[in-house]
């Protein structure tokens, strides 16, 4: 059942905004929602303030109430105050400058984890067959490390020990967290470890783990590969860390299969289909998921003939990995490509259509782009066509069909097609027109298939605003001009084609222009707003907007040059 309400916060978290973070953080009875056991939760937390903070526009705040919130998370779980390299780099300032000010030694991988290991195994292989293990791992120092030493035998002899069933199901939720936790840290030891033969190893632990999950349902699989995304590694250990997922993912695993099952018979509009419960009920009949009422005086009872299971009417695996998914996504991509090529192309074609029941897919998708601007703008093309497709070609409110025909070509070139996709003269005009005409008729027949009461939008605006900015971040950088200081440069001139719309306007239609053109600037990192900026100096500059005139006006900006006298009521700024 915690279970359960784990994978709910997951769900609302990342719809939190900054002011609802700031909000919480800062509030001495807000601050204490947060988990005082869960890390993992702890930094979703972390990562979703830090996400929105540039989103937002804050990325330059001071953020004073980071560090008493901090201070209050690391009184619980220490471990929120350790990150990737990877990860830090694309935090807010006042975020890194944080974590460099509190820098501390790293906890994890234990160097001595391997060692003590392999001494238990050779206590247990000393005390005997007919020893009782089960009583000595309630009592033992050494339980912490249980699942290491299973994972030890297991990829040594094949065999599980029959104890170790009997010792796992008394675990609390906690206890096989922090479990889970140092088996991870014991595979990326063990793959270092053994590097001639360490291939061999690691498809013996990844068969390992996928038995543990699965055939002996040890651990949950979503929360397997929470704790797994959000370990701090670097270097190599994270290539370890993220290959495992992929294995686990990608590979020979039974939730693959379990995603395809689902996502064939499921709809992602449940309201609409008189059945889902039957069709949810036949999925659960399948592929049974147990839950338990967890009361201390019965826990060491559960799995047992007999014990009250909980039944399950929504959720189920392939829904709560949904968030989950998320954070891998970002964990690869905040890895340089060269890392682990490939990895996050496979893992989106083989899940994309499970984003169908993503709660936020559009937002998730913007805010990704936003944060990892430069990443994916120099390094990721192809990846990141993958992922606006994989996020977006599945929703049941078919966004694709709101998107240009020219971004729709883009997005469906394959990787080894030439991409030297410029924007054709009216592409933006024709962008700027269609957001304008949803502003000012969003009851338009185009959006009837749309129940705007389950999606994530409340209105087409706000959709069509994100889906414009979505398109708008993607526009590629030249084949010859992939770096990070082209990439500015290369936003500013977009950015001057839409304020080029508003200056040559000759419609009438100045004020709706303006408008919509602020809003799409809002929703667009601040390089597609610099171009306000140079298009002003541009026009300072030039002299034929200067009229000079006698007395204590000096040069002012003139709109009607035929007159001598100073009129306020006529002063406006030429052609805005």
Not at 133 to 142: A, C, M
Not at 165 to 176: F, G, M, R, S
Not at 181 to 200: A, C, H, P, Y
Not at 325 to 336: S, Y
Request: hydrophobic residues 40%.
């Amino acid at each position: 059942m915690l279970y359960m309400l784990e994978s709910y916060t997951m769900r609302l978290l990342p719809l939190l905004n900054y002011q609802d973070h700031t909000r919480i953080s800062s509030s001495p009875s807000g601050i204490k929602i947060l988990s005082t056991s869960v890390e993992e939760l702890n930094k979703l937390f972390i990562l979703s303030a830090a996400r929105n903070a540039v989103v937002s526009g804050n990325k330059g705040a001071t953020n004073s109430w980071l560090k008493p919130f901090m201070e209050y998370m690391i009184q619980y779980t220490p471990a929120v105050r350790e990150w990737s390299p990877y990860t830090l780099t694309y935090f807010p300032q006042s975020f890194k400058s944080y974590y460099c000010s509190s820098e501390q030694p790293v906890v994890y991988p234990a160097k001595n984890l391997a060692m003590m290991v392999t001494e238990e195994i050779n206590r247990m292989i000393q005390a005997g067959a007919k020893h009782d293990f089960v009583k000595y791992y309630k009592e033992s120092d050494h339980n912490e490390i249980f699942l290491c030493i299973l994972l030890r035998k297991v990829v040594d002899s094949d065999t599980l020990p029959n104890y170790a069933l009997k010792v796992t199901q008394n675990w609390t939720p906690a206890v096989l967290k922090n479990q889970i936790r140092n088996m991870i840290d014991f595979i990326v030891l063990e793959v270092k470890n053994n590097k001639g033969t360490s291939q061999n190893i690691f498809n013996k632990i990844a068969n390992a783990v996928n038995d543990f999950v699965f055939r002996h349902h040890m651990m949950p699989f979503d929360t397997l590969i929470f704790i797994l995304a959000l370990r701090k590694y670097s270097d190599q250990d994270a290539n370890i860390s993220l290959y495992l997922i992929h294995n686990l993912l990608v590979g020979k695993t039974q939730f693959s299969s379990r995603c395809a099952d689902f996502v064939q018979h499921a709809s992602p509009d449940f309201w609409r289909s008189v059945d889902w419960s039957h069709v949810h009920s036949a999925y659960h009949n399948k592929f049974p998921e147990h839950q338990y009422w967890l009361k201390k005086d019965n826990f060491a009872e559960r799995g047992s003939a007999g014990t009250f299971c909980l039944p399950t009417y929504y959720s189920n695996l392939c829904l709560r990995f949904v968030p989950i998914l998320d954070v891998v996504i970002h964990r690869l991509i905040e890895l340089p490509p060269k890392k682990l090529p490939k990895v996050l192309v496979e893992i989106l074609r083989v899940y994309s259509r499970l984003f169908a029941y993503h709660d936020s897919p559009i937002t998730f998708l913007h805010d990704t782009l936003f944060y990892y601007d430069v990443m994916l703008a120099t390094e990721f093309d192809f990846e990141k066509r993958v992922l606006v497709r994989s996020y977006l070609e599945h929703l049941t409110c078919k966004p694709m069909e709101f998107l240009s025909a020219q971004f729709i070509k883009y997005l469906n070139a394959g990787e080894n097609d030439p991409q030297n996709w410029s924007p054709s003269p009216g592409y933006f005009l024709e962008l700027v027109n269609n957001m304008n005409d949803v502003i000012k008729s969003s009851d338009g027949p185009e959006f009837s298939h749309i129940d705007w009461r389950f999606n994530e939008f409340g209105n087409p605006v706000c959709m069509m605003l994100y889906l414009v900015s979505i398109e708008l971040m993607c526009i590629p950088l030249p084949a010859n001009k992939m770096s990070a200081e082209y990439l500015a440069e290369h936003r500013i001139n977009i950015g001057s084609k839409l304020v080029d719309i508003v200056l040559n306007n000759n419609t009438g239609h100045l004020p709706e222009l303006c408008n919509t053109l602020g809003i799409l600037l809002s929703a667009l990192p601040v390089s597609f707003s610099k171009a306000v900026y140079r298009k002003i100096v541009e026009i300072l500059r030039d002299n034929s907007n200067f009229y000079e005139v006698e007395g204590n006006i000096g040069g002012v900006l003139w709109n009607n040059k035929a007159q001598n006298v100073f009129d306020p009521c006529s002063f406006v700024l030429p052609a805005l």
